[in-house]
């Protein structure tokens, strides 16, 4: 490759890659599974059609954390790569609370959370790529859920003199801005498997 030059992209990270490529954790998955009890442990495993690619172990500390374990590195040279990862909960219908992991790098809650060079860390701190064509609704998307978040303190926590109103208007919004990012996305991975 040519050094120096005009490219496509220039200026983006280059370093983009695949959700299709990257390991995932999905809380959601964890929690309707019933998997989220103090103190459980085990294993969740990945597979290609029928290929396995890879595994890891999970403890559950409590309500408030859990840790993914596993090893990173080549077979000469593996390293212990476990991470605890903090979870926040929001209240939903009927008194039910929805789990959500704390990405480890910008505290930000998600719902999943991919591994990418030994550690895992949110879509968009890991940087993976969309379909092109959602690009710009999902920077849209963003754009607005960033500025709502500014306003609320972390984990979507209610800012003290917020009128609870407007609290659960921003809500609403937030949720919506997730929502359909997660559609989207859904859509583009459908997608990828035809
Ligand atoms: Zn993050």
Known sequence: MSRGGMRYGAGRPSYKVKAEHLQRVDIGRWHRGGFLHTGRSFTWSWHRGDEPTGNIGVLVHGVDSLRLQYMVGSDDQRRDGSQTIQLA??????GKSRPWFVCPVCQRRAGVLYMRA?????????????????????????RKQSKIESRLVQHWQRP????????ARLIEVLLDCEERRENEFAQFAARLLM
């Open 160 to 167: 003290k003199g917020m009128r609870r109103g407007t609290y």
């Open 89 to 94: 909960h929001t209240a939903c219908n009927y």
């Open 118 to 142: 030994g550690r895992f860390a949110c879509r968009r701190c890991q940087k993976v790529a969309y379909a092109s064509q959602s690009c710009d609704l999902l920077d849209r998307l963003w």
